[in-house]
Structure formats: C-alpha cells, structure tokens
C-alpha cells in the first residue's frame, strides 16, 4: 500500500524536526506535493543527475536526500541554467525531492551514532549538544468506548515517545497512563452532543488518558486529538513542564572497552567501513580511498569523537572532551596541526563515507513503521564518493 509524501515527511521529522535545521540550509519538501502517493523511494546523500536517471529507471516516485538541491533562491529555471538542472529533471519526471540534513545531522539516525555503535563506543554521548526539547503533559477524558481509538491517533501525532531526560533518542513508544473516573456535563441549546440530551445533566464513565510530548508537537497532537474524539468539544489538559526533553546536537563521544594503540584503532575503523568486520553500516562496500590518518602510531586511544561529514571544525569541542581520536571528514591541514598540538589523532574518513552509513539508518527506521511495509526502499548505487581513486 502506499503511502504519501506528508506521512514520509511526517516520519521523518518525527526524529529529525525541521526546526533542528540551521538557518542557512534548505530542508523538507522541495520538490512536490504532499497528497502524492508513493509506492517506490530512493534514498540518497546527493541530487546528482546520475541520481535523477536513477530514480527514473527504478520508477522511484521520491527521492529522499541529505543534501538540499536548493540552496540560494532560482532566478529561473530555464534549460542551461546549471542550478536549475536537477530540478527541472525532477519536475520534468514527476519525481518528488525531500532533504533531511541538518537536522539529521543532529538526530540519533546520523552516521555518528551509526559508527559509534559498530566501534563499540562506551558511556556515549553528544559531542556537541544544541539544546534539548521542551515537554508538555496532555491529558484528555474519553468515554471508555472511544479510548483506543484516541491513543492510536495521538500515537500518530508522535505522542507518548517515552522521552528519557538528557537522553539523545526516545527508548520507548505509546507510553501512556490511564485512569477512570465520571464525567458530567449539561449540553446547551445549540449544542450536537455525542450522548446526553439538550438540557439534562449527562454522566459518563470516562477514561483520563494521559501522557508527554515535545512542545513542537502540539498543535499536530491536539488536531489529532479532536479528530478522533467523539465528543464535540474534548476535554483536556495541557500541562508545561520543567523536565528535560531530549538532547539533540553534532556528533558523539565515548570510550572503547579497552585501550587500544592508534594504529590498531585505525586498522579497525577501516575493517568497519569497508565492511570487512560485517558491520552493516552500508547497503553495499565502499572503496576506502581517500582515507587518511594523523598522530602517533604508537599513541593510546581510549575515548574516540565523530562527527559526520565536514567535521574539522569540531576539533576544538573533541579538544575540550578529552578525546583521544577525531573521525570525521573534510578535516583541513590547519585543524590538524591544531588537533595534534593539542595530542589529539585525527582519522579523516571523508564526507562522502563519513555520511553515507545514515541512508541505512534512514531505510531502517522506516521500513520499522508498518505503513512502509508496501513500499519499496532503495538506496542508490549511482551516489558515491566524487573523487577518483
């Protein structure tokens, strides 16, 4: 069965909100209609032509990139105007084009987390945070009867995710408490009342269901909320409270089980993203060219940093966490003379291999949500790595 644009978009945000993007990028829909079904979808890093004739050739009716194919505004998109190229091929083929960047960057579906996870990384956590989620509390009152029916739409709205405070991701789904009680009250002249007549006092055995959701939620939850309630106008409460949301920011820190020299660590960073340790980072192996590597072989690695894709300005912040090791990609000559001043390594994956685990990340969230269970995910094989070997 298919699903449309709006719900792919949906879900997505759902770990990674828009409003995490930074000012300067592009996200969301750029390319499309929302009400558009979708039956086939391609995930991709880059909008390159080879890309588009990708997706053509699969049938795909929707890309889903990292990178934003509009940047700066068009001032037209007339043929041979260079920047108007891949949208016109996406507009000439009926394809639809969303970007997640930034704001994936920051969620727990990056590449960071990614290779953190297949190194082993101990006690990990945020490299670089950049704020943490306000949470409210709602609480509605429904008739016995209507209960699921309600939980299940608020669950849609992304309701009851079972935020840990300071933690980077959710642990837990369609957390709610319930609680019984009488409802009462007296439908007006005027009124189209569920139950109860106009006039008389009505008495109904009611569900208090209650649960926490970001404040950026709130007007989506609170329209699904009124949506699937039976009643003209719901009660319910919505409560501002003082507990920490979820962490989001750049990267992540953490330790290996043992301290290991740095050129078996090095070694072993490039068994997992070739895919030699069966590491399943990536839909298919990568060449590793282009790798490179800075510090003392000899050096004690035991607390490693990485950020995913341009990752050398976070030298500084891996400084300040006492990491033993950088990886990260597009790391300049200077940012490694200031890394190793400092007795930092620095392992420079890249920003194509540094990015390119996230798709996997990507697929497999969404083929975890049973609405994708139809749709067919593909991660392109045309996307790879610019450079020539």
């Not at 079904?37 to 004739?53: F, H, K, Q």
């Not at 970007?99 to 727990?108: G, K, W």
């Not at 953190?116 to 609480?139: C, D, F, N, S, W």
Request: proline share 5%; net charge negative.
């Amino acid at each position: 069965m298919a699903v449309s644009i709006s719900y792919i978009a949906e879900t997505v945000e759902r770990v990674a909100p828009k409003i995490w993007a930074e000012e300067w990028d592009n996200v969301g829909l750029l390319v499309g209609d929302g009400a558009t079904r979708i039956e086939r979808l391609l995930l991709t890093l880059d909008p390159t032509a080879e890309v588009v004739e990708e997706a053509v050739n699969y049938g795909a009716q929707m890309i889903l990139a990292h990178h934003p194919i509009i940047f700066r505004p068009l001032k037209n998109l007339r043929s041979g105007n260079s920047e108007a190229e891949i949208p016109l091929r996406l507009i000439q083929n009926g394809i639809a084009y969303y970007a997640a960047h930034t704001n994936l960057d920051q969620s727990d579906l990056s590449s960071s987390w990614a290779l953190a996870a297949r190194l082993g990384l101990q006690e990990a956590e945020i490299l670089a945070p950049m704020g943490e989620e306000t949470l409210v509390k709602l609480a509605v009152f429904v008739p016995e009867a209507a209960v699921e029916k309600v939980r299940l739409a608020l669950v849609g709205a992304g309701v009851g995710q079972g935020i840990t405070e300071g933690e980077h991701r959710a642990l837990y789904a369609e957390s709610f408490f319930r609680s019984s009680g009488e409802g009462m009250f007296r439908p007006l002249p005027g009124s189209a009342p569920a139950v109860g007549a106009i006039g008389e006092l009505t008495r109904v055995t009611e569900v208090k269901l209650e649960s926490i959701l970001p404040e950026r939620l709130l007007a989506r939850a609170v329209r699904a909320l009124k949506k699937a309630h039976p009643y003209e106008e719901p009660a319910y409460d919505l409560v501002p409270l003082r507990n920490r949301g979820r962490v989001r920011g750049y990267g992540v820190v953490g330790y290996l089980a043992q301290t290991h020299t740095l050129a078996e660590v090095w070694r072993h960073v490039q068994e997992v993203l070739s895919g030699a340790a069966g590491s399943g980072l990536t839909a298919r192996p990568y060449s590793l060219h282009g790798l490179r590597w800075a510090g003392n072989p000899a050096q004690k690695v035991r607390k490693i940093a990485i950020v995913n894709g341009s990752g050398g300005g976070f030298v500084p912040k891996a400084l300040a966490k006492g990491a033993d090791l950088l990886l990260a990609g597009d790391v300049d000559h200077h940012r490694v003379l200031e890394a190793l001043q400092g007795g930092l390594a620095v392992g420079d994956i890249g920003h194509f291999l540094s990015e390119v685990p996230m798709l996997k990340s990507v697929a497999d969230y969404l083929k975890a949500d049973q609405a994708f269970a139809e749709v067919e995910i593909m991660i392109s094989a045309a996307n790879g790595c610019p450079w020539n070997e």
